[in-house]
């Protein structure tokens, strides 16, 4: 046994929407052994792993109950002790890679700082190491002299987890590793970090929402719900029989990866893309480098009451299409034509009649809404701004609110005081309040727990077919893109590779690129079975 919980219990400070973080947790890790802490948001899970570090924030305190790693009771500890007990005998990934590394110094010095930190050995050794961890993350020593920022968010993952193993750690924590990732580069991740869990003979203890990764990479599971400890086991058997509600709401929110709706009936379509191009010049305007296509001859049909999925990894243009169709970014070549308008080209003061009827929900519900404004005032601000009454539009939003399952108090409040959940479905509300015709949804739900995440679909889902919008739906995630979309089109680099309904996308998928999208949905194996 490496670890042995008992009644861990965490007190948060006064003031906080509960008085226990952690509320009387026990579980063991053994040793060449992955446990999966499973939960939603608030649930406790990275508490619970910062405790095993000590590493809780200031305010946040172990009021009761044991961690004992390897006989050693953590929780008793003086700093010192737990320095040294940290990188040697167990290491974290945490979830932000960006926030965890430092933005002014390279990779290199990172790493080798670690090393050196712990071990009498000389720069020039630690960074010969630090270039040894790197290759075996399959990545270029190169990267050595990189700064974060200029790291892709897989490259700056496999950073972190070279720097977590460069003390050969007993006990590795990984606290949401892929959550932000495409989910290919999750897969590869994933994949890695099992492999190298095998190779030394270490224990895991990996921190997710998603129950389709626990069933790729845990021997067992414990799901949290405020605070506290609902269901443990092996994965086994609590996948396959799940005792707890909590545990079975979990499991049935996770998307399955199989494909719902059928194709609509041809219609004429109210926006249609034809060989649509944007370029993008590497290195800033001044730079002689030469130009990527991030959007590289696009055509696309969508008609009203369609939900049309564009599928792809991070960089394969979703996001710069999106932006074209509804014009924050004006394209270099091609034509869109909006309800028999071309737009590609218009100029602002002929655009902004069109603008209202064409609306985005943005991917950051935390970053999307002014922070400094009540939901009121960010709700009608669309309206006014095209001059209609204030009495109107407040009531129109306390109406659209409602239609979005929220109440109508809600005007009065801010976005702080609301969940990320919550804030998504009042971006939905914002975009719905000029009554459009078109809804870009870019990313909606790739930030959110997935029972949060089935109700956002849900609702998305039931808006468009009340409201007969055609919408265009951005996702890296095939599952989700299975369950809310008539047909998908799947870009790499700024191409379509490949288009059609979804239920024959997912059957008989024709380009190797969709092929690989399917093979890294994780837990679709399981999922089948």
């Given at each position: 046994m490496l670890v042995s919980m008992q009644g861990l219990t965490v007190a948060l400070p006064s003031g906080a929407d509960r008085s226990l973080a952690v509320d009387k947790v026990s579980f063991e890790i053994d040793a060449n052994e992955i446990v999966c802490i499973v939960g939603?948001?608030?649930?406790?899970?990275?508490?619970?792993?910062?405790?095993?570090?000590?590493?809780?924030?200031?305010?946040?305190?172990a009021t009761g109950g044991s961690i004992l790693f390897d006989g050693v009771d953590i929780l008793r500890q003086p700093p010192e002790a737990l320095r040294k007990m940290r990188g040697c005998d167990m290491a974290m990934i945490f979830q932000d890679p960006m926030a965890a590394l430092n933005p002014v110094v390279t990779i290199g010095r990172q790493i080798a700082e670690q090393i050196c930190a712990h071990r009498a050995i000389s720069q020039g050794r630690a960074l010969k190491q630090?270039?040894?961890?790197?290759?075996?993350?399959?990545?270029?020593?190169?990267?050595?002299?990189?700064?974060?920022?200029?790291?892709?968010?897989?490259?700056?993952?496999?950073?972190?987890?070279?720097?977590?193993?460069?003390?050969?750690?007993?006990?590795?924590?990984?606290?949401?590793p892929t959550t932000a990732l495409d989910v290919t580069t999750q897969a590869q991740i994933l994949k890695l970090l099992k492999e190298i869990q095998a190779e030394r003979q270490m224990s895991v203890l990996l921190i997710t929402h998603d129950f389709g990764v626990v069933a790729d990479m845990a021997d067992r599971v414990v799901v949290m719900r405020h605070g506290a400890v609902v269901e443990s086991g092996t994965t086994n058997a609590v996948l396959g029989a799940p005792s707890h509600a909590y545990t079975q709401a979990l499991i049935a929110a996770v998307p399955k990866g199989e494909a719902i709706l059928p194709p609509l009936p041809s219609t004429d379509p109210l926006i249609s893309v034809t060989n649509l191009s944007k370029r993008f010049r590497r290195g800033g305007f001044f730079s002689h480098a030469p130009t990527i296509a991030a959007v590289d001859g696009v055509s696309l049909t969508l008609s009203r009451g369609e939900t049309l999925g564009i599928v792809g990894e991070s960089g394969s243009g979703k996001s710069t299409l999106a932006r074209c169709v509804i014009r924050l970014l004006d394209p270099e070549e091609g034509e869109i034509l909006f309800d028999g308008a071309d737009?590609?080209?218009?100029?602002?003061?002929?655009?902004?009649?069109?603008?209202?009827?064409i609306q985005m929900v943005f991917q950051d519900p935390f970053s999307s809404l002014n922070p400094r404004q009540t939901i009121g005032d960010i709700l009608i601000a669309g309206p006014r701004a095209y001059g209609e009454d204030i009495k109107d539009a407040r009531a129109r939003a306390a109406?659209?609110?409602?239609?979005?399952?929220?109440?109508?108090?809600?005007?009065?409040?801010?976005?702080?005081?609301?969940?990320?959940?919550?804030?998504?479905?009042?971006?939905?509300?914002?975009?719905?309040?000029?009554?459009?015709?078109?809804?870009?949804a870019d990313e909606p739900v790739s930030a959110l727990d997935v029972t949060v995440?089935?109700?956002?679909?849900?609702?998305?889902?039931?808006?468009?077919?009340?409201?007969?919008?055609?919408?265009?739906?951005?996702?890296?995630?095939?599952?989700?893109?299975?369950?809310?979309?008539?047909?998908?089109?799947?870009?790499?680099?700024?191409?379509?590779?490949?288009?059609?309904?979804?239920?024959?996308?997912?059957?008989?998928?024709?380009?190797?690129?969709?092929?690989?999208?399917l093979a890294a949905i994780p837990g679709r194996l399981t999922a089948t079975q």
């Open positions: 939603e948001s608030g649930s406790g899970k990275s508490v619970t792993a910062h405790a095993i570090m000590g590493l809780l924030p200031r305010g946040v305190t630090a270039a040894e961890l790197l290759g075996r993350m399959g990545l270029p020593a190169a990267l050595l002299k990189s700064f974060p920022h200029q790291l892709s968010g897989g490259q700056r993952q496999r950073v972190m987890i070279a720097m977590a193993l460069s003390l050969s750690p007993r006990l590795l924590i990984a606290d949401e737009i590609a080209h218009m100029r602002s003061g002929a655009l902004r009649p069109l603008r209202r009827r109406e659209i609110l409602r239609m979005v399952g929220l109440t109508s108090e809600s005007l009065r409040r801010f976005p702080h005081e609301f969940s990320g959940g919550q804030r998504q479905r009042i971006g939905l509300a914002r975009a719905l309040m000029l009554k459009p015709d078109v809804l870009i995440q089935a109700q956002v679909l849900r609702l998305l889902d039931d808006v468009r077919a009340q409201m007969n919008l055609a919408m265009l739906f951005i996702t890296h995630d095939m599952r989700v893109a299975a369950q809310v979309c008539h047909r998908v089109m799947v870009m790499r680099h700024g191409r379509v590779v490949e288009t059609g309904p979804t239920r024959d996308v997912f059957a008989v998928p024709t380009d190797a690129y969709t092929r690989q999208l």
